[in-house]
């Protein structure tokens, strides 16, 4: 049976996400997402950024306000190809000024494309070359990918059950023929904290479900504390929210922070279905686990 988790202490800053701090005006929001994660393993530190949100603007300037230094970063991880949760990275690379891992499936960087009234980008808004060319050092990974000592990229996640689906708005080209996007690309990372696994995601098409248990199954615990990030329910029926609803029951974490692509409508269900234990999440919120 398992006693205790690897990682002591973890604190996520959400350098970027939808919704104004009241609390910290100086911040500034937009539509996307970034987190980075500090966690402490007895004297080792890592630092992890997952995503860097729509704009280098954005991300650096709330990164000055909350006194944030790049320097330190190990990795950066990419949920998925995005542009809202890509792209700030060439910013960040240009302040770093050194080669730096970045963790992605091959997958993001395809083309994507969102019809819906009508077609427009949404992919990384930066060439491979680009990237390259300010010290992104790729690491492609379809399959788990260790970070940290108890800290790990998902790579692609299994899809278990029927009600968490991808819009068909989602587009990607394949042999020069318009597709539907499956987002294969989109995973989310996990923390084997001590007080049970951290589980945190970019908008998490894949399910949010399907995504907290293959964490579940790759690590090989049941217990879950946190689950932090976008949900992407915005879209979401009343079937769907409630199907989500009842799995978060049955899982049961202690934490729950929706944000992002969640939603209003999803996100006030939740917090009206789990109270003390959801937890507000803003541009500027900063996270003690």
Same mark, same amino acid.
């Given at each position: 049976m398992r006693v205790k988790g690897l990682v002591d202490e973890v604190e996520?800053?959400?350098?970027? /996400?939808?919704?104004?701090?009241p609390a910290k005006p100086w911040v500034w929001s937009e539509h996307g997402l970034a987190v980075l994660v500090r966690a402490r393993t007895g004297r080792n530190e890592a630092y992890i950024l997952l995503d860097t949100g729509a704009t280098g603007k954005t991300v650096l300037h709330n990164a000055y306000k909350m006194n944030v230094s790049f320097e330190k970063l190990n990795a950066i991880v990419l949920s998925h190809g995005h542009y809202d949760h890509t792209g700030g990275l060439l910013g960040i690379l240009k302040c770093i000024e050194k080669p730096i891992a970045i963790v992605l499936h091959s997958d993001a960087l395809k083309p994507k494309f969102v019809v819906k009234p009508r077609m427009r980008l949404a992919g990384i808004p930066y060439t491979k070359w680009q990237i390259e060319q300010h010290?992104?050092?790729?690491?492609?990974?379809?399959?788990?990918?260790?970070?940290?000592?108890?800290?790990?990229? *998902?790579?692609q996640i299994e899809r278990t059950n029927q009600f968490e689906k991808i819009p068909e708005r989602f587009l *990607?080209?394949?042999?020069?023929?318009?597709?539907?996007?499956?987002?294969?690309?989109?995973?989310?990372?996990?923390?084997?904290?001590?007080?049970?696994?951290?589980?945190? *995601?970019?908008?998490?098409?894949?399910g949010?479900?399907?995504?907290?248990?293959?964490?579940?199954?790759?690590?090989g615990i049941n217990h879950v504390y946190a689950v932090i990030g976008g949900f992407h329910l915005i879209e979401a029926n009343q079937e769907r929210i409630e199907w989500t609803i009842q799995a978060f029951r049955e899982i049961s974490p202690e934490f729950l922070g929706a944000c992002h692509c969640t939603g209003d409508k999803a996100i006030k269900k939740i917090k009206e279905e789990f109270g /003390?234990?959801?937890? /507000?999440?803003? *541009?500027?919120?900063?996270?003690?686990?």
């Open positions: 996520l800053k959400i350098l970027v /996400e939808d919704t104004k701090n010290g992104g050092r790729f690491l492609f990974s379809k399959g788990v990918a260790p970070l940290a000592d108890g800290i790990w990229a *998902t790579g *990607t080209v394949k042999d020069e023929r318009f597709v539907r996007d499956d987002m294969l690309d989109d995973q989310a990372l996990v923390i084997d904290h001590n007080k049970g696994l951290i589980v945190i *995601t970019g908008c998490a098409h894949a949010v479900i399907n995504t907290v248990k293959y964490a579940q199954k790759i690590t /003390e234990k959801f937890i /507000e999440i803003h *541009t500027g919120t900063v996270l003690k686990f």
